[in-house]
């Protein structure tokens, strides 16, 4: 019988797949696809088993192709930055070749997912693919980094409206933009840890550019700009009192997010950055599960 360590050493298939796994974060795949699902939810078709599984398969996809990309794109900036030096790539527990052909497999439960959703999904994937590779490289030359990665980040819900329902129109653009505000906001505040590092090696973020205190002031001001658009994403849909109760609840926690985290004191910005957001995203899904139920 194997000892435990062969069977998990990053050599083996199941030891790679570990590392792959925890180098992109799949735990926080809580933080979109309960979005994904509420714009799902919320589109005016009957729910089905079927748009839920494939829904979920094609977000897997999705956010395992983004993440994996973000980290072969920034493989040489990881390895100078203390914070992400430890990472599988700059660690070479992974090499390209394998980051490679993890994001191709990704990709390729992305593309199969359009063939039971929409066919329109199978014209539009490539563009989401498309900002995926874009956002990692924005970062070289503008401190609106922080959008790029929301707008690409929040096609979650607004893709997943179209999916189910083959239309593209105004309603789903409310809840992308509110979504994409949302990570925008968040991304600033993660950033806040890096911009030392940022400063020195010539990286665009806002805390680089303008420095904590004015990053903190367009953090909330995106924050209250996303609320705007989930409400507009409510009477655009048509959804009932619930869901703006969930606005309410949602809106009230990124207030308190916002609070854990001053110019004179990083110390709470973990908890604001991933407890909180798992908070939100999981609270948002809930409230528009409940409107459809009661509606």
């Not at 929409?118 to 498309?130: A, S, Y």
Request: with cysteine.
């Amino acid at each position: 019988m194997a000892s435990p360590s062969t069977s998990t050493t990053p050599g083996s298939a199941s030891g790679k797949l570990r590392v792959l796994l925890e180098m992109i974060k799949w735990e926080h795949t809580v933080f979109a696809l309960p979005f994904a699902y509420a714009g799902m939810l919320a589109a005016p078709v009957p729910f089905s088993l079927s748009n839920l599984f494939w829904i979920t398969v094609a977000m897997v996809g999705a956010r395992t192709a983004a993440m994996t990309l973000n980290r072969i794109i920034d493989a040489e900036i990881d390895a100078r930055n203390p914070r992400t030096a430890g990472r599988a790539i700059p660690e070479g527990l992974v090499g390209l070749r394998d980051a490679g052909i993890f994001t191709g497999a990704a990709l390729a439960l992305l593309v199969l997912a359009t063939f039971f959703l929409e066919p329109i999904t199978r014209v539009l994937w490539p563009l989401v693919v498309l900002g995926f590779v874009v956002y990692p490289y924005t970062k070289r030359f503008t401190w609106l980094c922080h959008l790029a990665l929301g707008v690409a980040n929040g096609l979650a819900p607004g893709a997943a409206w179209v999916a189910v329902t083959g239309e593209i129109s105004w309603t789903p653009v409310f809840i992308w933009a509110g979504t994409a505000l949302w990570v925008a906001g968040f991304d600033v505040i993660y950033a806040l840890l890096d911009r030392d590092f940022d400063l020195e090696n010539r990286i665009n973020s806002l805390p680089a550019r303008f420095g904590i205190g004015p990053s903190l002031v367009v953090s909330r001001v995106w924050h209250a700009l996303s609320v705007t658009f989930l409400v507009a994403f409510g009477a655009a849909a048509g959804l009932g009192v619930v869901y703006y109760l969930g606005v309410v609840v949602v809106a009230w926690l990124l207030f308190y997010e916002q609070s854990l985290v001053r110019k004179d004191d990083l110390s709470k910005l973990d908890m604001a950055f991933f407890t909180m957001n798992g908070v939100i995203s999981l609270i948002f899904f809930a409230f528009v599960l409940l409107d459809r139920v009661v509606g």
